[in-house]
T-cell receptor, first 117, second 113 residues
């Protein structure tokens, strides 16, 4: 079965330190990979995506993610965390065979990021 | 100001009652989606629509119904057949294409009285 795993329910980092939120996946073909962020009691916002090309993708708010095909991972990173980065982060994957169809998005369960001042 | 508007923000349902959640978008997107979010369970797709007057069941459609009479609007009805309706409901929209991203509304928290 195709799946997306976010192995950490919660990540705690100190403000100013680098942060990593992990995502691994198991899907057929070459997937499209996405990260979304959700602030409390709000909808999700798109952060970044990987389709093809450079394995390091840059997105909104200083976030970036690294695609690793051999490890089937797409970890979210930021060099210096801010308290305002505290939120719930979702990884989502869509098999390339289902291009053009968001119905086939496979979601991780989310990772709660807490950045401490 | 473009975006997706969900209303109401909070909704309470009595036993045996149907309730309707509103979702409107002015992004001219063809596709619209309803997700249910429960703590620790991520997002689960209820219904989606890629064109006016057509919609498809998602993974957890039982106890829900939708309509898509206008491109801008995709209301969700939570029927009395949905026995565990308490959740946060998210509406989203997107263009059609290989790499399109989802735009989300701010959500509706539905609770049972």
């Amino acid at each position: 079965a195709q799946s997306v795993a976010q192995p950490e329910d919660q990540v705690n980092v100190a403000e100013g330190n680098p942060l990593t939120v992990k995502c691994t996946y198991s899907v057929s073909g070459n997937p499209y990979l996405f990260w979304y962020v959700q602030y409390p009691n709000r909808g999700l916002q798109f952060l970044l995506k990987y389709i093809t090309g450079d394995n390091l993708v840059k997105g909104s708010y200083g976030f970036e993610a690294e695609f690793n095909k051999s490890q089937t991972s797409f970890h979210l990173k930021k060099p210096s965390a801010l308290v305002s980065d505290s939120a719930l982060y979702f990884c989502a994957v869509r098999p390339s065979l289902n291009a053009g169809n968001n119905r086939k998005l496979i979601w991780g369960l989310g990772t709660s990021l807490a950045v401490n001042p | 100001d473009g975006g997706i508007t969900q209303s109401p923000k909070y909704l309470f349902r009595k036993e045996g009652q149907n309730v309707t959640l509103s979702c409107e978008q002015n992004l001219n997107h063809d596709a619209m989606y309803w997700y249910r979010q429960d703590p620790g369970q991520g997002l689960r797709l209820i219904y989606y629509s890629q064109i006016v007057n057509d919609f498809q069941k998602g993974d957890i459609a039982e106890g829900y119904s939708v309509s898509r009479e206008k491109k801008e609007s995709f209301p969700l009805t939570v029927t009395s057949a949905q026995k565990n309706p308490t959740a946060f409901y998210l509406c989203a929209s997107s263009t059609l294409g290989p790499n399109e991203k989802l735009f989300f509304g701010s959500g509706t928290q539905l609770s049972v009285l």
